[in-house]
């Protein structure tokens, strides 16, 4: 599968930290994307369930040395729908893995508000700082300690959440003789165990071979099943795993530029890249 560089625009090759923090609620301005009526009050309180993610006019910025303010978010509105996959694309550098950080509460807002469904899990783009148990039941089990749960009761989820991403069959197989790909899923299984609303997840292929890629993709995509109760935001940089995304948001420069289905999203970005191209060939004729 071909992929992107998004710092040029030109082709290229291609523990387990959870956030669960509240409902973090903050000032309100004029929203860039329409909102429904009935969506926020005054007081910038959620009024409809229909979306599992949302967050509005959201800042962030880092203080230098120096005490000047550098802005890394601007203003960002971004809605996803509950029981769908949605990916969050952009250059490098342009705020996307930031901005997941602050839907998922570890990163605070310098302004704006959020709203996510919980509990929520945030599974970060290194398989290997997540996974830390020596086999894959006793990994995706790590995190059952706390909901008094029977063995049996235990045992079921860790099964039932193995079955979605595809690894049943793994279920005593020691964690370092999997791939990249499967850790991954391994990780993801431990958030649907769980019972997460919503899966936060930052480049999880960004270190994966094509194989591994596409399991993933489909693991997380299964893992939604239709039902409606689990919503995933995906960030990446490779614009064929757009294939397998309900919608999608594209961010350029710490903003959030467009924000529809998948299909929109590509021809923008092609658009883009073809402006881009146009503009490299003038260059060379002039």
Partial sequence: MGCVGWASLQPSPLCNPEARDGNGLGQLGNPPLPVPIGM????????????AIEGRNLNYSIATRNGNSIPILRDCSIRIPSGQLWMLLGPNGCGKSTL???????LKPTHGTVYVKRPKSFVFQNPDHQVVMPTVEADVAFG???FNL???EARFRVERALDAVGMSNYLQRPVQTLSGGQKQRVAIAGA????????????????LDESDQVGVIKAVKNSLGGSGEVTALWVT???????????????????????SDAATIMDYIKERQASYVN?????RDS
């Fill in 192 to 207: 649907l165990a769980e019972a997460c609303k919503v899966l936060l997840l930052d480049e999880l292929t960004t270190f």
């Fill in 40 to 51: 926020w009050d005054g007081f910038g309180e959620l009024l409809n369930g229909n979306f």
């Fill in 279 to 283: 503009q490299i060939n003038s260059s």
């Fill in 100 to 106: 997941l950080k602050v839907l998922a509460g570890l």
């Fill in 150 to 152: 029977t063995q049996d």
């Fill in 144 to 146: 059952l300690g706390k």
């Fill in 237 to 259: 940089h490779r614009l064929e795993e757009l294939e397998y995304a309900d919608g999608a948001v594209y961010m350029e420069d710490g903003r959030v530029i467009v924000h």
